[in-house]
């Protein structure tokens, strides 16, 4: 009800604030910007947008998720993740249109213990990947090469 009443423009603080949170369940938390690396391990389940590094930082917290990809980039993000197995991806036309999925599909996650599964995998394969040590190995080899 939230995405349907509202000008997709407007950001979610700005949408927030418009409405009368205090009678929300107090298991959930909604907000524009929060640290994902301390709240992501004290949830079971997240909705993310996609962007690389909320993936990244999701996917180390071994729990499934939902992800609503706002760009491209982000959509193909969360295909990859959820052809392994471990999220459900929505289509932003699709949830603007009717929100229950976004429910429909998180009520389908909770069920899945072959989805926590595949989670608890996909951290344990990305956890073994020094990916800033990666990056600066590339970046110095790359740059050794100019010198050539």
């Known amino acids: 009800k939230l995405l349907n009443k509202h000008n997709s423009d407007k950001s979610l603080d700005d949408i927030l604030r418009e409405f009368d949170l205090d009678d929300l369940d107090n298991r959930i938390m909604l907000t524009g910007i929060l640290p994902a690396h301390i709240i992501n ?39 990859q993740i959820e052809q392994y197995g ?3 991806r929505l289509q932003k036309e699709k949830v603007i249109k009717d929100g229950e999925i976004v429910i429909e599909s998180l009520n ?41």
């Open 41 to 79: 391990p004290l949830a079971d389940y997240s909705i993310i947008h996609g962007g690389e590094g909320t993936v990244q930082t999701t996917i180390s917290s071994k729990n499934p998720f939902i992800g609503v990809g706002m760009q491209e980039e982000q959509a193909i993000n969360l295909l």
């Open 108 to 148: 389908r996650l909770m069920l899945s213990e072959s989805m926590k599964q595949k989670a608890i995998e996909l951290q344990e394969i990305y956890s073994k990947w020094n990916s800033p040590k990666l990056v600066s190995e590339l970046l110095l080899d790359q740059i050794s090469k100019l010198d050539d």
């Open 86 to 88: 471990s999220c459900i």
